[in-house]
């Protein structure tokens, strides 16, 4: 199986502030890599597919990007409803397999 | 709107089995299949397996063959996901999630709200 390494685990900033996350593949998974926003008692939600891609309706200030082993996701300037735990999923191959999650806060 | 409507939480006793329900709407069932992920409290997401809606194809983790078994009724546009031997580490909330129908390995852009099972004696 792919073991996917998020870091860190938890993080609180600023509104306003620029926020990055980085995920690692235990192999290279091209650019088959997703995010996932998940608040407290809900669903995931996709927001990022194929490493760089921004799903429909999500807001300009999330991106991301990366290749092979190596992916990063950013809030521009960290909003209030962004608060959530964000999770990098590859789909390389199966199983798919989710990165440990990193909790967002505000400062 | 796409819209997948899960059936409510459950209580079962350790080597039970559950079956939970998973309801489209807003789009044609068998165009696309059905993941099911569960995430225990705390824990991050766990895929299981999945189902092509069209024609009934499955494949499951490794970790739940023999476990699991993920059937659909396409006349009701629902899938179901049957767990069997519960125990305690089951306790968890089950998702199920929209994937394309003819390719396992893709993003999952729609999501149920989820059932809780909780696995007790």
């Known amino acids: 199986d792919i073991q996917m390494t998020q870091s860190p685990s938890s993080l609180s900033s600023s509104v306003g502030d620029r926020v990055t996350i980085t995920c690692q593949a235990s192999?290279?998974?091209?650019?088959?890599l997703n995010w996932y926003q998940q608040k407290p008692g809900k669903a995931p939600k996709l927001v990022i597919s194929g490493a760089s891609n921004l799903e429909i309706g999500v807001p300009s200030r999330f991106s991301g990007s990366g290749s092979e082993t190596d992916f990063s996701f950013t809030i521009s300037s960290l909003q209030p409803d962004d608060i959530a735990t964000y999770y990098c999923q590859q789909y390389d191959s199966l199983p798919l397999t989710f990165g440990g999650g990193t909790k967002v806060e505000i400062k | 709107q796409v819209q997948l409507v899960q059936s409510g939480a459950d209580v079962k006793m350790p080597g039970a089995s559950v079956t939970m329900s998973c309801k489209a709407s807003?789009?044609?069932?068998?165009?696309?299949?059905i993941h099911w992920v569960r995430q225990a409290p705390g824990q991050r997401p766990e895929w299981m397996g999945w189902i092509n809606t069209g024609n009934g194809n499955t494949k499951y983790s490794q970790k739940f063959q023999g476990r699991v078994t993920i059937t659909r009724y396409t006349p009701a546009g629902t899938a179901f996901m049957e767990l069997s031997g519960l125990r305690s580490e089951d306790t968890a909330v089950y998702y199920c999630?929209?994937?394309?129908?003819?390719?396992?390995?893709?993003?999952?852009?729609?999501w149920g709200q989820g059932t809780l099972v909780t696995v007790s004696s």
């Open positions: 999630a929209r994937g394309w129908r003819d390719i396992i390995v893709v993003p999952l852009d729609y």
């Open positions: 807003g789009y044609t069932f068998s165009d696309y299949s």
């Open positions: 192999q290279d998974i091209s650019s088959y």
